[in-house]
């Protein structure tokens, strides 16, 4: 009998600042699912993200978003590689090749935001609208540059498009159900991976800073984000349900077969996150920023935001 996770080890689930830690926990469940899984492909483009979010990427300048994060992808990384495991656990067993491409994935999907070194006005967030594409053209250059096999580049090309808001799954032409799959898993990852965020709520004032920098969007205000945001829960219940398939339901079966315990710790947190939405937004729009506590981040957004109106 496996021993039930800790409340540390809950928090611990989604404390994804350091990328080599995230590296260790996303290998160790990788040999669970193939022993002798060959990691090269995927550890190169690991650690080649991680410079090119840092500004160690040659050509390119640091990527300066500050909700689509370099902590953002490892919160989606990390959970696609357990989603990828609870989907192998399951009974649907992926091959090594299918690993790669879904760790590769996480990893690209929102590449698009890095800019050239040259070309670096704004903070990136002006390509909201085009970074799924942008990112698709990286993968696309990286994949033949560093001569790993054509069929990754397009396979993932279908697989980074789910992750677009703009795309509808189901309206994507896949050359197979496969790479539906694998699309699936990763765009899955993407919406549970952030909500689950144990400062998604904060962040919320970083994708607004965002979302008004790149003129997109129906927000008036943060305070209008935070109360509209439970209309988009409830428009990624029904996506994760219907367009998605219900897979992210399969991370219980990852944490059943890790922890013993048949439970999705994601679903949870993110339940938490809403809750707790739920009662901010029912108090006056004075008391909203004080109930955010976390990382500093409503310090933070606050003196970007008194800059961009000084500006």
């Not at 990384?77 to 491409?101: P, Y």
């Not at 993932?156 to 808001?165: A, N, Q, S, V, Y």
């Not at 993407?190 to 790149?214: H, I, N, V």
């Not at 059943?256 to 994601?266: A, H, L």
Request: glycine share 8%; with cysteine; hydrophobic share 40%.
């Amino acid at each position: 009998m496996k021993n039930a996770p800790s409340s540390s080890d809950i928090k611990n689930l989604f404390a994804n600042g350091d990328p080599k830690e995230v590296w260790l926990k996303a290998s160790d469940i990788i040999k669970l699912i193939s022993p002798d899984y060959d990691f090269t492909i995927a550890q190169s483009t690991f650690d080649d993200v991680v410079r090119l979010f840092r500004g160690e990427y040659p050509g390119y300048c640091q990527i300066k978003t500050l909700y689509h994060d370099l902590h953002h992808t490892m919160d989606v990384f990390l959970c696609a590689v357990r989603l990828m495991h609870g989907v192998h656990v399951s009974g649907t067993r992926l091959t090594d090749m299918e690993l790669t491409m879904i760790m590769m994935g996480a990893l690209f999907h929102d590449i698009g935001y890095a800019q050239r070194i040259g070309w670096e006005m704004g903070t990136g967030a002006q390509f909201t609208l085009s970074h799924v594409g942008r990112g698709i053209k990286f993968m696309q250059s990286y994949i033949a540059d560093h001569g790993f096999p054509p069929s990754l580049a397009s396979s993932l090309k279908f697989i980074i498009r789910c992750t677009d808001p703009a795309e509808s799954v189901p309206d994507i032409d896949f050359p197979d159900e496969r790479t539906h799959l694998l699309g699936q898993i990763v765009s899955s990852a993407d919406l549970t991976g952030q909500m689950a965020d144990r400062t998604y709520l904060e962040k919320l004032l970083f994708l607004y800073l965002e979302f008004e920098e790149a003129n997109f969007g129906n927000y008036d205000s943060i305070h209008d984000m935070l109360s509209k945001t439970h209309a988009f829960y409830d428009k990624i219940r029904m996506k994760l349900e219907k367009d998605l398939g219900g897979i992210n339901k399969k991370l219980a079966f990852h944490f059943k077969d890790f922890y013993g315990v048949e439970k999705n710790y994601y679903l949870d947190a993110i339940e938490k996150n809403i809750a707790y939405l739920t009662l901010i937004t029912k108090q006056s729009e004075e008391k909203h920023l004080a109930m955010l506590k976390r990382g500093g981040i409503v310090e933070q957004s606050g003196i970007l935001l008194a800059q961009r109106k000084h500006n």
